[in-house]
């Protein structure tokens, strides 16, 4: 008998610590891009939803990393590592230990292979090696397993996918029973971008793109109070945009002759190799006083940009001045580009959008302008995970935080 009411005894025990309470687990936290949503264009009036999280949030103006391009952005502001430390140092790469590939965002196998991106870890690796369920919707590097680890949700990029659909997926995911339901997702959209390039940033084209996925925010928010979900939001860009002209533009083949170089990159930031047995002729060439644009050597950029020390970066880069575009006169492109980004960081034209709303931020509070690296500690701290070496500072955003 006394055996049995011992054995009954801890059946209860088992059963109350089952059905007890599990600590309350921190807000998600749902990261936003907008590629290519410059700082300004939140005051023009067609986001509304987003000037709403901006006034009962906080807001900032951040400076890319340079350069100020896509993948090497994206990648910065999941992992808080500037380009040059984090691998991604350009949107076309190539690496002396991978050879005879050539990274491109339209190459797929590259995109998908973790050793182009393995040099940093971007916070939904970390989260999910916390036990945090992550979900990552087209943004860059989520395709490849990163140092083993992939989200436990992801889709490959597909443009074609309107901004609604995007939403409704994340969504979806937040549907889902709850211990497979992310407390991490990290959504992009490029419409804002596009527009960009193909009309300008001032354009009527622009100014709709700004407007649709404002809409698609606003599905996402009414998304989220329907199913009683409360968040952390913080929507991001990469860059800004400049306008572009071909009244502005310098050919490098009237500086160099053309067979003495191969380009990587071209447009807002180039980067130069020189062909085998016209080094020295290059060098000349580049590095002296040039109108409208400079290039250096690898080893001599500017510290200000921190960049160089990768061995992924080439052996020349050239910048040209904000709105300027460096090309060659062989080269033919599909359609005209009335914007473009990859300046100088510095450039106003270039500064990137922040806004940040939910449980742990305080409301009406507006940033110093700050460096997009500073964006991971503050990932970090929401999720409440350890984060990784990096080279963000929370000191600046902490203005932004509750605690």
């Given at each position: 008998?006394?055996?049995?009411?011992?054995?009954?005894?801890?059946?209860?025990?088992?059963?109350?610590?089952?059905?007890?309470?599990?600590?309350?687990?921190?807000?998600?936290?749902?990261?936003?891009?907008?590629?290519?949503?410059?700082?300004?264009?939140?005051?023009?009036?067609?986001?509304?939803?987003?000037?709403?999280?901006?006034?009962?949030?906080?807001?900032?103006?951040?400076?890319?990393?340079?350069?100020?391009?896509?993948?090497?952005?994206?990648?910065?502001?999941?992992?808080?590592?500037?380009?040059?430390?984090?691998?991604?140092?350009?949107?076309?790469?190539?690496?002396?230990?991978?050879?005879?590939?050539?990274?491109?965002?339209?190459?797929?196998?590259?995109?998908?292979?973790?050793?182009?991106?393995?040099?940093?870890?971007?916070?939904?690796?970390?989260?999910?090696?916390?036990?945090?369920?992550?979900?990552a919707q087209f943004w860059p590097g989520s395709e490849a397993a990163v140092r083993g680890v992939r989200p436990s949700y992801w889709?490959?990029?597909?443009?074609?996918?309107?901004?609604?659909?995007?939403?409704?997926?994340?969504?979806?995911?937040?549907?889902?029973?709850?211990?497979?339901?992310?407390g991490l997702v990290a959504l992009y959209f490029d419409d804002v971008d596009t527009a960009g390039h193909d009309y300008g940033p001032?354009?009527?084209?622009?100014?709709?793109?700004?407007?649709?996925?404002?809409?698609?925010?606003?599905?996402?928010?009414?998304?989220?109070?329907?199913?009683?979900?409360?968040?952390?939001?913080?929507?991001?860009?990469?860059?800004?945009?400049?306008?572009?002209?071909?009244?502005?533009?310098?050919?490098?083949?009237?500086?160099?002759?053309?067979?003495?170089?191969?380009?990587?990159?071209?447009?807002?930031?180039?980067?130069?190799?020189?062909?085998?047995?016209?080094?020295?002729?290059?060098?000349?060439?580049?590095?002296?006083?040039?109108?409208?644009?400079?290039?250096?050597?690898?080893?001599?950029?500017?510290?200000?940009?921190?960049?160089?020390?990768?061995?992924?970066?080439?052996?020349?880069?050239?910048?040209?001045?904000?709105?300027?575009?460096?090309?060659?006169?062989?080269?033919?492109?599909?359609?005209?580009?009335?914007?473009?980004?990859?300046?100088?960081?510095?450039?106003?034209?270039?500064?990137?959008?922040?806004?940040?709303?939910?449980?742990?931020?305080?409301?009406?509070?507006?940033?110093?302008?700050?460096?997009?690296?500073?964006?991971?500690?503050?990932?970090?701290?929401?999720?409440?995970?350890?984060?990784?070496?990096?080279?963000?500072?929370?000191?600046?955003?902490?203005?932004?935080?509750?605690?």
């Open positions: 008998m006394r055996r049995c009411l011992i054995l009954l005894f801890a059946l209860l025990l088992t059963a109350c610590a089952t059905s007890a309470p599990r600590p309350a687990s921190r807000p998600l936290v749902i990261l936003i891009s907008i590629d290519g949503y410059r700082a300004d264009y939140l005051d023009r009036g067609g986001s509304p939803v987003l000037a709403q999280l901006a006034k009962t949030g906080a807001r900032g103006m951040m400076r890319p990393s340079f350069p100020s391009k896509t993948f090497p952005n994206h990648y910065t502001l999941v992992t808080g590592l500037r380009p040059d430390r984090h691998g991604i140092v350009e949107n076309n790469i190539e690496d002396p230990e991978i050879p005879g590939v050539t990274f491109r965002m339209s190459n797929v196998p590259a995109v998908q292979d973790a050793r182009w991106w393995d040099q940093g870890e971007p916070i939904w690796v970390t989260a999910e090696r916390a036990g945090i369920v992550a979900g889709r490959r990029f597909d443009q074609s996918v309107p901004p609604e659909a995007r939403v409704d997926q994340v969504l979806g995911w937040l549907d889902l029973p709850r211990a497979q339901r992310p001032d354009s009527a084209e622009l100014n709709a793109a700004v407007a649709r996925v404002d809409g698609a925010l606003g599905r996402l928010t009414a998304g989220l109070k329907a199913r009683g979900i409360v968040a952390n939001v913080i929507v991001v860009a990469d860059h800004g945009m400049a306008p572009m002209s071909t009244a502005r533009e310098v050919f490098l083949d009237d500086v160099a002759p053309r067979e003495a170089f191969r380009v990587l990159a071209g447009g807002a930031f180039v980067t130069l190799y020189p062909e085998k047995g016209r080094e020295a002729e290059l060098d000349r060439a580049l590095i002296r006083p040039h109108e409208h644009f400079q290039c250096w050597r690898k080893a001599e950029i500017p510290a200000r940009f921190h960049y160089g020390k990768n061995p992924r970066v080439a052996p020349y880069v050239c910048l040209p001045e904000t709105g300027w575009r460096l090309s060659t006169r062989d080269y033919k492109p599909s359609k005209p580009e009335r914007g473009a980004h990859g300046f100088d960081p510095d450039s106003p034209a270039m500064a990137a959008i922040f806004v940040a709303n939910g449980p742990g931020i305080r409301t009406g509070v507006m940033l110093a302008p700050f460096d997009n690296v500073s964006v991971y500690p503050m990932l970090a701290k929401l999720l409440g995970v350890a984060p990784e070496e990096n080279d963000g500072d929370l000191r600046q955003v902490a203005d932004a935080l509750t605690r």
